[in-house]
């Protein structure tokens, strides 16, 4: 039973468990100004996409036949083989570079449309962003006011549970490229290459190394219920399993969240997060009454 965990300052961690909601986010309203909306990047080169597609393309055409879709000039080059035309490497060249080149060039003519479709696609699509640990020092301090807020811990074990469609972000150095010179050489090759849902793990599930100290797993369920900036989902009861609170919350704070969770989550666990004293660390501890 994985927990996932909610970093809140104290004002949002009321509100939360009053409400018994969590506010799902467009990526306009993230920290982050590339999450989701990143500028695709196109890194291709010309003249290496035509030598490494000539070279699958004849491969292709006299080799082992890959396990893969193809598309229309796929279908071709098997024509060619299916009727016993077995070209040579230059007749194969010949006949095939001309294509290669025109198809090349009408690729990159519809790239940058293709990418701006592919980021208004997710402009307006909802995720909720937690954590796979509750003791992170950055994300105290950023998320948690100063270690005076919360961390709200959720379990993924109950009955139709959105927790478990947590994913855990993938931390890159460098921006996802939608075409470089391996997709298009199989693109010219004759197979299929774009692979939609690879796309949409790129979007929604890669974000820069800058920000992987947040270890964050999210949920993606698309556009979500209404067109809104943000929507603000009931949550299960049932499904929040611990609430800790932070090394610097005040006794009243602690003392009005713990009535609150009392009256309305009776089985969360209380905790309160500990600064160590022989390390720059804190540790999880019981909540003692």
């Known amino acids: 039973m994985p927990n996932r965990f909610k970093y809140v300052t104290p004002e949002t961690g009321r509100a939360i468990l009053e409400n018994g909601t969590l506010r799902w986010s467009t990526p306009p309203m993230l920290n982050d100004p590339f999450d989701m909306q990143f500028a695709f990047q ?3 080169d010309r003249d290496a996409v035509i030598a490494i597609a000539l070279e699958k393309g004849w491969q292709h055409h006299s080799g082992e036949l890959l396990d893969r879709p193809i598309n229309l000039l796929g279908q071709v080059i098997r024509d060619f083989r299916g009727r016993g035309l077995n070209l040579s490497r230059e007749e194969f060249v010949r006949e095939f570079e001309g294509p290669i080149l025109a198809s090349l ?5 519809t790239m940058e449309g293709f990418c701006a479709m592919v980021r208004a696609h997710f402009e307006n699509d909802k995720i909720l962003c937690l954590s796979d640990e509750p003791d992170i020092l950055l994300m105290w301090a950023y998320y948690a006011s100063n270690h005076t807020g919360l961390v709200l811990s959720f379990r993924d074990d109950t009955h139709d549970n959105p927790f478990a469609m947590a994913r855990p972000v993938r931390y890159v150095d460098q921006v996802p490229s939608l075409f470089d010179d391996e997709l298009l050489s199989d693109m010219l090759s004759g197979y299929e290459a774009l692979d939609h849902r690879s796309i949409m793990e790129d979007v929604v599930w890669t974000k820069s190394n800058h920000w992987a100290h947040e270890r964050e797993w999210r949920i993606y369920t698309g556009a ?4 809104a900036s943000f929507e603000d989902v009931p949550f299960g009861a049932e499904e929040l399993s611990g609430v800790i609170f932070g090394a610097r919350v005040t006794e ?3 003392k009005e969240i713990c009535e609150l969770i009392g009256g309305k989550f009776p089985d969360a666990l209380l905790s309160h997060a500990k600064l160590r ?3 720059y660390a804190l540790t999880i ?3 003692s009454h």
């Open 42 to 44: 196109s890194r291709v």
């Open 105 to 109: 060039d009408k690729m990159k003519a």
């Open 224 to 227: 979500g219920r209404t067109s």
């Open 252 to 254: 009243d704070y602690k």
């Open 277 to 279: 004293t022989d390390a």
């Open 285 to 287: 501890e019981p909540l």
